[in-house]
């Protein structure tokens, strides 16, 4: 996506949203009651986005959506780029699973009807936007992604509910998530691709 806003072919200010689906077909811990889905940055880009997500949803497919519950990963996507560059932009995401970028995340643990209703969604919203006569966030102004304390929170919450466990880290400020294959970076801290999850927290407790 970087590489695309950086050679893109039409003007930017032409591209009124960004919306992006990464992992839409499985329902974490923290949402097996419900099986709600995440929409990640929407409320935070703008209040107006959010609430016409909220709209078209409810008059359409009504699933359970959770506009707080992972916010704090809203810079790990590639819709980023389309923020960074004052385009709003958000993502819908079901939430990490233990099956995430290892050989058993196979065809058979997708949730089909969930990935349905979602992608449905998507096609609502994107058709509302195109449909409208002006853009989803007034005068094409967002509220621009910063850390904070509410982030991190949200960060610690949201890991804790996964079955691999938390543990304390070697190093300052971060939570560590076992029996992950990777490491996730964080915002700008950056770690280094290992065997387990890590989030880097300006200030944990553990």
């Not at 997708?110 to 979602?118: N, R, W």
């Not at 304390?149 to 610690?156: L, N, P, Y």
């Amino acid at each position: 996506s970087q590489f695309f806003l950086e050679n893109c072919p039409i003007p930017l200010e032409n591209i009124v949203v960004n919306i992006n689906l990464d992992m839409i077909g499985r329902t974490d811990s923290r949402s097996a009651d419900d099986r709600a889905h995440y929409v990640v940055g929407a409320k935070r880009v703008c209040d107006e986005l959010g609430e016409l997500i909220a709209a078209v949803n409810e008059r359409t497919v009504n699933w359970p959506l959770d506009f707080e519950g992972a916010e704090f990963i809203f810079p790990q996507s590639d819709h980023f780029s389309y923020h960074k560059k004052g385009i709003p932009a958000f993502f819908f995401f079901s939430g990490m699973h233990q099956h995430l970028h290892r050989p058993s995340d196979i065809p058979d643990t997708i949730e089909f009807d969930k990935m349905q209703a979602i992608a449905q969604l998507v096609y609502a919203v994107a058709l509302e936007i195109a449909d409208s006569d002006t853009r989803p966030c007034p005068n094409n102004q967002i509220k621009t992604w910063e850390r904070s304390a509410a982030a991190d929170q949200s960060a610690r919450t949201f890991a804790s509910s996964y079955t691999g466990g938390l543990k304390p880290s070697p190093t300052k400020n971060q939570l560590t998530i076992s029996s992950f294959v990777h490491t996730l970076p964080i915002g700008a801290d950056a770690v280094s691709w290992k065997s387990e999850m890590i989030f880097p927290f300006a200030h944990v407790r553990i």
